[in-house]
């Protein structure tokens, strides 16, 4: 079974300052990675992927997440964050055997300091 | 592209009554749709999953006789929750692939039961 830990529940950044999520993934092989972020009472929107290919992966708003199978890790970066980035970030992870699936981590909720 | 749409965006109802959530992708046939289920300041959590002309696959835990799913189409599915009950109050959250491995997010619907 696929799982997924996002070990900080809240993080708090200035506004300007960089901005990095954690994830970790269990899983017996390639997964599919994604992060999703999602504004109070609103759906989910997807920031960024990974299928395969180059680990290094960028995606809307300025967000980039790497892929380190050594580690089991996906986590996503922002070199510099503005206030309307204050939301739940949610990682996330798929596999074709799992029948497309989708399993969440805890989230993470970021808030921005002006 | 690939936009889902979620009707009612809010819903109140009386308890013992049920309850029926429209699920749509509005440019795409998604051959799969999903339903969430989302506490507050919680993770997504997996409650069934649904292809066209099929019956619904429900995930352990989740009772198939209280929340009907209906795919009739490529383009809609439906969550009924039946007999509802304050318990049943959450945010349920759709989603729909017309690909093996990514999902498209309705905006999701919060349902209040009195």
């Known amino acids: 079974a696929q799982s997924v830990t996002q070990p900080d529940i809240h993080i708090t950044v200035s506004e300007g300052a960089s901005l990095e999520l954690r994830c970790n993934y269990s899983?017996?092989?390639?997964?599919?990675l994604f992060w999703y972020v999602q504004s109070p009472g609103q759906g989910l929107q997807l920031l960024l992927k990974y299928f395969s290919g180059d680990t290094l992966v960028q995606g809307i708003k300025g967000f980039e997440a790497e892929f380190k199978r050594s580690q089991s890790s996906f986590n996503l970066r922002k070199p510099s964050v503005h206030w309307s980035d204050a939301a739940e970030y949610f990682c996330a992870v798929g596999a074709q055997a799992a029948g497309n699936k989708l399993t969440f981590g805890g989230g993470t909720r970021v808030l921005v300091k002006p | 592209g690939a936009v889902v749409s979620q009707h009612p965006s809010r819903v109140i109802c009386k308890s013992g009554t049920s309850v029926k959530i429209e699920c749509r992708s509005l440019?795409?046939?998604?051959?799969?749709m999903f339903w969430y289920r989302q506490f507050p300041k919680q993770s997504l959590m997996l409650m069934a999953t649904s292809n066209e002309g099929s019956k619904a696959t429900y995930e352990q835990g989740v009772e198939k006789d209280k929340f009907l799913i209906n795919h009739a189409s490529l383009t809609l599915s439906t969550l009924t929750v039946t007999s509802a009950h304050p318990e049943d109050s959450s945010f349920y959250i759709c989603?729909?692939?017309?690909?093996?491995?990514?999902?498209?997010f309705g905006p999701g619907t919060r349902l209040t039961v009195t």
């Open positions: 989603s729909a692939s017309d690909r093996f491995y990514e999902q498209y």
């Open positions: 440019d795409f046939q998604a051959t799969t």
């Open positions: 899983y017996g092989a390639t997964p599919y």
